[in-house]
């Protein structure tokens, strides 16, 4: 190789460097029988950060499968040095492998995804938009104008969700249009401290996040995000809706930590 070639390598290096953001960020995943897509999800999550960030860390919480999650994740840790695993036998909920998973990160900047990836990770830019305005939270969201869905609910997912957002907007968190969607931003302090008060352990952990960050006065930003419906939910439509409910109603009687 000539010594032109090495420069212009060097300075594509340097370049490539000073595109990554300085932030540590940590990206916290909770995963529940994931094994068919959790090692492509970690390895397009880890090329993205490669590319766009100094300093990273990957958070897989197994939310007690009874598949090879768990073992999955560990064999990619041998390829994947900035990833963790937190792991229990018992399944739990979401919001407990959430809370989990944020009270182990590091990170200046804090990433919930789904293990699906039914929102691309590419989608973060949109968020980190925002957060570089000055919001300590930004939320992905499916329902506003600009959401770009790409590939649908079935009707029936979508009429529940739409119901439950009815009722959050009623009852508890108004000014949102959608809570529920698995793509969050958070400063690190600030979602170190939100979840640190959280109790839901389901579904609903969301709303109760929300409400909280609204309680303590944090700055949050509704995003629009592109979403593809994944097929393989884990949504039980009637025990969910049943046990959604009920935490709703924890969270509307809740007094503030």
């Known amino acids: 190789m ?11 290096k340097k370049r490539h460097m000073h595109n990554q953001r300085e932030e540590f960020i940590s990206v916290v995943i909770p995963a529940f029988n994931e094994s068919e897509r959790i090692v492509p999800t970690i390895e397009r999550i880890n090329e993205y ?24 994740v560990l064999n990619a840790k041998q390829k994947i040095k900035s990833l963790t695993c937190v792991r229990y036998e018992e ?14 990160s590091k990170g200046d900047i804090i990433l919930i995804s789904d293990a699906d990836l039914s929102t691309p990770i590419e989608e973060m830019e949109k968020l980190l938009v925002q957060f570089d305005k000055g919001y300590d939270i930004v939320i992905g ?9 790409a590939i649908r ?28 969607c698995g793509f969050k931003l958070f400063k690190g302090d600030s979602g170190r401290k939100i979840f640190q008060k959280a109790t839901i352990d389901r579904f609903a952990y969301d709303v109760e996040v929300l409400y909280i960050a609204k309680e303590e006065g944090f700055k949050i930003k509704e995003v629009p995000i592109r979403w593809l419906n994944s097929p393989a939910s884990k949504v039980r439509p009637v025990e969910d809706s049943l046990q959604a409910m009920k935490d709703l109603i924890r969270i509307k009687v809740r007094k503030p930590r």
């Not at 000539?2 to 594509?12: E, T």
């Not at 909920?93 to 009270?103: D, E």
């Not at 499916?142 to 869905?149: E, F, G, M, P, V």
């Not at 969700?161 to 108004?174: A, E």
């Open 2 to 12: 000539s010594l032109k070639n090495i420069k212009d390598l060097g300075l594509a």
């Open 49 to 72: 950060l490669v590319s766009h960030f100094q300093g990273f860390e990957i958070i897989v919480v197994d939310d007690g499968s009874k598949d090879h999650t768990g073992e999955l």
């Open 91 to 104: 399944n739990r909920g979401k919001g407990h492998a959430i809370r989990r998973g944020v009270s182990s």
């Open 141 to 149: 969201s499916r329902a506003l104008k600009d959401s770009d869905i």
């Open 153 to 180: 609910q079935p009707w029936w997912r979508e009429c529940m969700g739409k119901t439950f957002n009815r009722f959050v907007r009623f009852l508890i968190l108004d000014g949102f249009m959608d809570t529920q």
